[in-house]
């Protein structure tokens, strides 16, 4: 997988063990309805990236979909899955 994601995964499970209380990552193991929010999010972010996609915009579409690999990523450590359970998907689709 990309070294970038890799890095990233690795803050997110960071931020996860370390809880920092300036960390909107941290906050969203911690929050209540953090699992509905990250979820909630990439609803969102996914209508962003259609619109962005359908306006033709390239900056705004590599803006949304990094946060919808940022949200997804979140998404995977919260259901303490790893990086490696989504490269195998991807590796199994080629």
Same mark, same amino acid.
């Given at each position: 997988?990309?070294? @970038?994601?890799?890095? *990233?995964? !690795?803050?997110?499970? %960071? $931020?996860? &063990?370390?809880?920092? #209380?300036?960390?909107?990552?941290?906050?969203?193991?911690?929050?209540?309805?953090?699992?509905?929010?990250?979820?909630?999010?990439?609803?969102?972010?996914? @209508?962003?990236?259609? *619109?962005? !996609?359908?306006?033709? %915009? $390239?900056? &705004?579409?590599?803006? #949304?979909?990094?946060?919808?690999?940022?949200?997804?990523?979140?998404?995977?450590?919260?259901?303490?899955?790893?990086?490696?359970?989504?490269?195998?998907?991807?590796?199994?689709?080629?």
């Amino acid at each position: 997988m990309d070294e @970038t994601l890799e890095e *990233l995964f !690795a803050v997110i499970e %960071d $931020r996860k &063990e370390t809880l920092p #209380e300036d960390s909107y990552t941290a906050s969203l193991f911690t929050h209540e309805k953090g699992e509905n929010e990250v979820l909630e999010k990439l609803g969102e972010e996914t @209508t962003e990236l259609v *619109l962005a !996609a359908k306006d033709d %915009d $390239r900056e &705004e579409i590599a803006h #949304e979909g990094a946060d919808i690999i940022y949200h997804l990523l979140v998404l995977l450590s919260m259901k303490d899955m790893e990086l490696s359970d989504l490269e195998a998907e991807l590796e199994a689709r080629r």
